[in-house]
């Protein structure tokens, strides 16, 4: 595709339960990120991948947060047990080598509301 | 770790007129790059520096890089309605990470 794609673009779950967020990068595009925005704030990194490992988790807020990417493309974030305080969008970004000078791209993001 | 702080929250200007946001980072960058996100959007990328003291244009869009690669500001000469939304630094430091300021939100008043 020509651009990252996230699905869903919404998502209202109920408190406790599993949610499965995924991303579509740009093709050929080796790095994949992950990045949280609660209303009004920036962006709070979560993951990093390079192909299919993540070199860096240390932005995952808790160990209800997991990732995983297949295929040096699709990406999914999973979050267990879901709380209130989970609530934000939920923005994946590629980028073409993740080497420290390339333009990361964002898709439209997931918007995820936990009742 | 590395810490990238951004001002002001927010700013509210009359159409025409300019507009500053800053950023600082606590540690040292290899390059920083700029995002706009629009009300209900994405960020998208505008630009990157990576000299030390480099000066970058985009139309009525100056972007500078401090001398000791700590610090950013993004300027806009004579606003109009269609720069609204919020604007991101972000910073990198010796690896691929990227830190982001928490952003400034610009409205324009027409």
């Known amino acids: 595709g020509a651009g990252v794609s996230q699905s869903p673009s919404n998502k209202v779950t109920e408190k406790g339960k599993d949610v499965e967020l995924r991303c579509d990068p740009i093709s050929g595009h080796t790095a994949l990120y992950w990045y949280r925005q609660s209303l009004g704030q920036g962006l709070e990194f979560l993951i990093y991948?390079?192909?299919?490992?993540?070199?860096?988790k240390s932005g995952l807020p808790s160990d209800r947060f997991s990732a995983e990417r297949t295929g040096g493309s699709v990406s999914t974030l999973t979050i267990q047990r879901t709380q209130q305080e989970d609530s934000a969008v939920y923005l994946c970004?590629?980028?073409?080598?993740?080497?420290?000078?390339?333009?990361?791209?964002f898709g439209p993001g997931t918007r995820l509301t936990v009742l | 770790g590395q810490q990238v702080m951004q001002i002001p929250q927010y700013q509210h200007v009359q159409e025409g007129e300019d507009f500053t946001t800053y950023c600082n980072s606590s540690?040292?960058?290899?390059?920083i790059q700029w995002y706009k996100q629009r009300p209900g959007g994405h960020p998208v990328f505008l630009i990157q520096?990576?000299?030390?003291?480099e000066v970058k244009k985009q139309k009525r869009l100056t972007f500078q890089f401090g001398e000791a690669k700590k610090n950013s500001s993004l300027h806009i000469t004579a606003t109009q309605t269609t720069d609204v939304g919020t604007y991101f630094c972000a910073g990198r430091g010796s690896n691929y990470k990227l830190t982001f300021g928490k952003g400034t939100l610009l409205t324009v008043n027409p």
């Open positions: 540690t040292t960058l290899s390059n």
């Open positions: 991948f390079q192909g299919n490992s993540a070199p860096d």
């Open positions: 520096l990576v000299k030390s003291g």
């Open positions: 970004a590629s980028s073409l080598e993740g080497d420290g000078t390339d333009t990361q791209y």
